[in-house]
């Protein structure tokens, strides 16, 4: 039994079609406009024998050159580079065009090489895994780098080709007739705030979101207080990844359950008096229990790390809609012998990649630098935040959370929300009131659309326009409420 099995594993094969290749390069051969259409979508390492791949790379050398695909021109560049008795003269060639007698089916060999390709990489990419799963101790270092192997292949056997603009107009005409019928929506995420979905236009897939403040001046909170209005809208489906490096889990629901409920938190923690405080935690808490929010509060997490979680979560709730990350430079370096410039670099390119490659908006808490607290005008700038220069080139908006300059009556603080680059849209300043006891931040006086000079946020992408200050109304109670549920009126 232990020899039969023996001999099963001697006779597994490579999975390779060698009648396909040459059926393939054959096809080229016999028709440049074959040539012309597959040669740009075929990869040297498709083809599983040597001397086909030698052909296949002087074939792609021609074409690259502009030149035609024959076997006199194929040979001649072949023998120039001394390969032509390598891979058997021009008898190799004259046999490569009559092993296929038409062209018509060439897309159906294609497919062939590609599938045998393909299932060449997996196997390829699985014994490295085996091999790193025997070297490597940190089983979750394993993991990710498994996670990562595999994914990369899936992205990169999936290529796109040239579409017709007409393609591309019907999926625009359906998101203005979207827009159009749902007052404005373009289909980003919205986070609650009326002022601020109407300043984005709602978070978009692959966008980076970089919120940034001096410690102390409610970021968390206010990302937070995002999370809860989404995740207290009604019927609300979203899936919210939320990583925090610095608070625990008990903390941030503490936070979004005194958010949502309108109680005050140090009640919550100190005994509530009353049974009406005690139901409106109950209901908090059934509200966060149906969310589909889910935290992450490892103190010690890599970027590695962050993103195999992410793609499992989407992987198992068939959707991903907004992450969230608190904060940047508390995020482990997957290389500790860099200088911390480059480690703020490589994070700052590592949530870019995020957001692309699963389609996601990601918002990443950011501190600020202590220069700012050293001059006179205290107006953020896209420099103020802390190892900023890959931040800001990657980043597709960065706002500033500041303290506000205007009048609050009820004894909360005034906060002002500086969106300082918008690479989709305008910046702007918008106001909030923040109510530290429920975390809670609730739009005030008008937004103001500004014009910030290169002085103030330095480079702020060739696409932005200067725009007059003009005021916009700020909405209604009533209005900003409207969408996401609000505990007190199921009360």
């Known amino acids: 039994m232990a020899e039969e099995k023996r001999n099963k594993t001697a006779v597994r094969n490579i999975p390779c079609s060698i009648e396909a290749e040459q059926a393939v390069l054959g096809a080229i051969i016999s028709d440049n406009e074959v040539a012309v259409r597959i040669v740009c979508d075929i990869d040297e390492s498709d083809f599983y024998a040597n001397i086909y791949k030698t052909i296949f790379r002087q074939i792609k050398i021609l074409t690259n050159q502009n030149k035609p695909v024959d076997i006199v021109m194929l040979a001649s560049s072949l023998d120039r580079e001394g390969l032509l008795q390598e891979v058997g003269g021009v008898t190799t060639l004259d046999d490569l065009v009559d092993s296929i007698p038409s062209t018509a089916n060439i897309d159906y060999y294609v497919n062939i090489l590609k599938m045998n390709s393909l299932r060449r990489k997996i196997i390829r990419e699985c014994n490295d895994i085996i091999t790193t799963s025997y070297k490597e101790e940190d089983a979750e270092k394993v993991l990710a780098v498994a996670e990562s192997l595999i994914y990369n292949i899936s992205e990169k056997s999936d290529s796109s080709s040239l579409l017709h603009i007409s393609n591309t107009t019907v999926e625009v005409m359906e998101r203005i007739e979207r827009a159009y019928s749902e007052s404005g929506s373009q289909g980003g995420l919205k986070v609650g705030f009326k002022n601020l979905d109407e300043a984005t236009n ?210 909360n603080t005034p906060i002002c929300l500086m969106i300082a680059k918008h690479r989709n849209g305008s910046v702007c300043d918008l106001y909030f009131e923040w109510d530290k006891s429920k975390m809670r931040f609730k739009p005030t006086i008008p937004t103001r659309l500004v014009t910030h000079t290169q002085d103030d946020v330095r480079k702020n992408d060739d696409s932005m326009q200067s725009i007059d200050e003009m005021d916009l109304p700020v909405p209604d109670d009533s209005s900003e409420t409207a969408e996401f549920g609000n505990i007190e009126d199921i009360l």
Do not use: H
């Open 202 to 411: 709602g978070f978009m897939p692959g966008q980076m979101i970089v919120l940034a403040a001096r410690p102390g001046c409610g970021k968390t909170s206010f990302v937070m207080n995002m999370v809860s209005n989404i995740a207290s809208r009604k019927d609300s489906k979203e899936v919210v990844a939320v990583f925090n490096l610095e608070m625990s889990s008990i903390e941030l629901v503490l936070r979004m359950m005194s958010n949502i409920a309108g109680v005050d938190s140090r009640d919550i923690q100190n005994g509530l008096e009353n049974q009406e405080g005690l139901d409106k935690i109950w209901l908090a808490q059934e509200i966060l229990k149906n969310s589909n929010v889910y935290i992450d509060d490892s103190a010690m997490i890599t970027t590695e790390q962050i993103m195999s979680k992410c793609r499992r979560l989407k992987a198992q709730k068939g959707r991903l809609d907004l992450v969230v990350i608190d904060y940047l430079q508390l995020i482990s370096p997957s290389d500790s012998r860099k200088s911390k410039l480059e480690q703020v670099s490589d994070i700052s390119r590592f949530v870019k990649l995020l957001a692309k490659e699963l389609k996601v908006p990601v918002i990443i808490l950011s501190q600020m630098s202590r220069s700012i607290e050293n001059r006179d005008d205290k107006t953020p700038k896209l420099s103020d935040l802390r190892e900023s220069g890959a931040i800001e080139q990657d980043a597709d908006i960065v706002a500033f959370l500041t303290e506000g300059e205007f009048g609050v009556d009820n004894g």
